[in-house]
């Protein structure tokens, strides 16, 4: 039987929380054939991103109902507006779902659609903290497997977590075969994140402006999040 | 002046090449302010790409003439076609064009173009060797940079590249602060790529049978490529 990965679009996410584990899972079906890799949305209109693009899913919420695992991906003050979108917290919390993902603050619309309750679970190093606010407990690690949710963090941190995914779902050498497809052999010029340098206090006033910005027009949301 | 970096649209390209790239670079304007980032495509109309997502550009190549600087996506067979599109080859080849990059087969575009000859440059490692006849040298780099040229190599890479790239056109500490945006702090499963354990031998098929099947109409460039 197959099963289908969806991938969640949604208006205004940032394009690589979906476009690094979608490359990493679109060859999946090459080697595991029961794995069927599908973009969805509430419509088939051209969603804007948080860059100069726009996509189109390749199926609609209607047209794939029922799928066996959810990629979410996050954004800035689109995802936060988007936990306010009862169709989309809908789609992702159909129980028929047996595995939820999800990149960067794509695990506030897993938290605001209930899913994170009681769970360890990661998101992007400035919103972690927001977790709690949804019955989870943060972790800073790269991604996060908790039962059927596993939770990636920041952007870039998608691609790593599909590569574990990959590897859930076939084998060790079927993930490392995906990894040398995708040449994904980083190299960042100065080397990793230096988490000992960042200017936390520095970055404080982003999180809580965009949740203010994103959800003045829904009280409860936001006092949930400040 | 605005310096318009223009990332180049066509059907089929490997989402990640484009992806990776735009998304370290579409901030840079928030940073350096006289850089703009745009899309660019033939058409407006939403473009195929290698995994189940469409794309739309936010512009046409009519509607940005002389970009600054280009960054040329890569991918498999629908690469190796648009070497025969020539409507594409002239928006590469414009002579105001101050820099142009690529990710990926994206160099074999800027080969096809006339761009590479008698430069330094890198590509997928499956296609490496065929730099060569556009009289390049090709060599074995995360990226390559020579004159107002610099390209990278596959798919994942383009995430290195945009990182120096951003570098060079503004700092370190700004480079830096984009790879912190987007949590670029690289943690494969298994770790980086094994190159040595690679059986080099058994995807030798690959590129072989993609310019075959791609090129079979354009007997000039078959010949030139096999």
Redesign the interface.
């Known amino acids: 039987m197959t099963k289908t990965i969806a991938?969640v679009?949604y208006p205004g996410l940032?394009?690589?929380d979906?476009?690094?584990p979608?490359?990493v899972l679109?060859q999946l079906s090459s080697f595991a054939p029961e794995y069927e890799?599908?973009?969805v949305a509430a419509s088939s209109e051209?969603a804007p991103t948080?860059?100069?693009?726009?996509?189109?899913?390749?199926?609609t919420f209607a047209e794939v109902p029922d799928p066996w695992a959810i990629v979410v991906p996050g954004g800035l003050e689109p995802t936060l507006r988007a936990m306010a979108d009862e169709t989309l917290l809908g789609y992702l919390r159909n129980p028929a779902i047996e595995l939820a993902t999800s990149v960067?603050t794509g695990s506030l619309l897993l938290g605001a659609a209930g899913l994170l309750e009681g769970r360890r679970a990661t998101t992007?190093?400035m919103f972690r903290s927001k977790l709690s606010r949804f019955g989870a407990t943060p972790v800073a690690e790269?991604w996060v497997e908790d039962g059927p949710v596993i939770t990636a963090?920041?952007?870039?941190?998608g691609?790593?977590m599909a590569?574990?995914l990959a590897?859930r779902l076939t084998d060790?050498a079927t993930?490392?075969t995906l990894?040398?497809?995708?040449?994904?052999?980083?190299?960042?010029?100065?080397g990793?994140?230096d988490?000992d340098s960042?200017d936390y206090a520095a970055w404080a006033s982003v999180p809580e402006a965009s949740v203010k910005s994103a959800l003045a027009d829904h009280p409860a949301l936001l006092e949930r999040l400040l």
Chains 1, 2 share one sequence.
Do not use: K, M, N
């Open positions: 991938f679009v940032t394009i690589l979906l476009i690094g979608l490359q679109s890799v599908v973009t051209p948080d860059t100069p693009l726009s996509i189109v899913a390749s199926r960067c992007h190093w790269r963090a920041g952007v870039a941190a691609i790593d590569l574990h590897e060790a993930a490392q990894q040398l497809l995708i040449e994904y052999d980083p190299q960042p010029p100065h990793p994140i988490w960042v």
